[in-house]
Nanobody
């Protein structure tokens, strides 16, 4: 059984920073892509950032220059460092994993709230 567990969410003031972590465990096989999506209330889940095994990253335009995605392949862990946070970054953040065999797994989410 594969399990993805996110951590690091919370309440932060505008301009603040948080770092999210997501650990994948279980019989998951070789992981190709790891990344993050987010979903704000009343909105669809949307792509935030991803990173492949070689360290190549991709990010949504609205987080470019503020969010950094990284991973530790030995620990099956993906991180999302978020700086200069804005109220519009408030959302539930979900990590996901895509394996070499194209299986996809999702975490349960961690809440990020940016408010004064």
């Amino acid at each position: 059984q594969v399990q993805l567990v996110e951590s690091g969410g919370g309440l932060v003031h505008p301009g603040g920073r948080l770092t999210l972590s997501c650990v994948a465990s279980g019989t998951i096989g070789d992981i190709n892509l790891m990344g993050w999506y987010r979903q704000a209330p009343g909105k669809e889940r949307g792509f935030v950032a991803s990173i492949d095994r070689s360290g190549n990253t991709n990010r949504q335009d609205t987080v470019w220059g503020r969010f950094t995605v990284s991973r530790d392949n030995a620990k099956n862990t993906v991180y999302l460092e978020m700086t200069s946070l804005k109220p519009e970054d408030t959302a539930m953040y979900f990590c996901y994993v895509l394996t070499e065999s194209e299986s996809e797994y999702w975490g349960q989410g961690t809440q990020v709230t940016v408010a004064s």
